[in-house]
């Protein structure tokens, strides 16, 4: 996750830049599900959110800088929202 928001969103969370971040992609997330849900095709869409567990901002990834995407990187769980196939909030017991 990249630490810049654009001027507008600046100072706008009490945990500073990254806080910031964090509550501009929560905006930017609501207005892709607000559009998709006013123009009908919300039920036919898959929004999946993740990320990985990389270095912070500018920081090394030391040995595995170069390496490939390989099963077992991706640490952090998705968030994933499926309105036709998913009907309530739930966490899985474990990686998907």
């Excluded at 609501?30 to 500018?58: C, F, H, K, M």
């Excluded at 800088?65 to 998913?86: C, D, E, Q, R, Y």
Aim: charged share 15%; aromatic share 8%.
């Amino acid at each position: 996750m990249p630490l810049f928001v654009v001027p507008e969103r600046q100072g706008q969370s009490a945990a500073g830049t990254y806080g910031d971040v964090v509550e501009s992609l929560d905006r930017d997330v609501a207005q892709l599900v607000e559009a998709l849900s006013r123009t009908g095709t919300l039920e036919n869409a898959i929004i999946i959110i993740s990320s990985d567990n990389g270095p912070w901002y500018e920081g090394s990834a030391g040995f595995v800088a170069s390496a490939k995407f390989k099963p077992g990187h991706l640490t952090v769980f998705p968030m994933l929202l499926w309105p036709s196939s998913i009907s309530m909030v739930r966490r899985l017991p474990s990686a998907v």
